[in-house]
């Protein structure tokens, strides 16, 4: 682009500035006050109040409330301590205790060992009497004793319930005392 061209672009665009200054500024200082604002101050009628002195009794009773809620600052982010219990002025009926179940099955019996199958499916339990002069081997299924059932073997525990009664016990594998 020429140097001729430039000044007449340059001029150009100085005249469309000029007029847009010139009608942003002087056109729109003639304009006149708005008519709707005339208008709504017209329409505005007071309230009917047959009253209007100040309510001092309603004003007594809001002064005298006080906040009764829980009072903890809000820039604390712990929390406050819960609010204490009210005393109770009456007795407390309980009511009666049920009574005890019967007391927890006893096994005259240690579980010591056990045996499976290659497969791991079917296994087999070593227990032995109180004494350690009995050795008793039972699978699941099986009666203990005469009196008792083995309900399961695991590699760490075995669990048998008494035939007459449905109760159940839990026997641990023990370790056996070492030689010596």
Known sequence: MSRQTQMIVLGALLAVLLGAVYYYYYDSGSSTVAPAAVATDQRFTPLDVDN???RTDILKRFLTLEYNGVHRSIFSASMPPPPAPPPSKAPV?????????????????????????????HRRAFFASNNNEDVFIAGEGDTLMGRFRVVRITNTTA????????RRATLTLEQPPPNG
């Open 93 to 121: 009926n309980t009511a009666p205790l049920p009574p005890p179940g019967p007391p927890p099955l006893t096994v005259d019996a240690k579980y010591f060992g056990y045996v499976s199958d290659m497969a791991g499916s």
């Open 159 to 166: 669990d048998v319930e008494e035939v007459s009664t449905g």
């Open 52 to 54: 209007p002195a100040l």
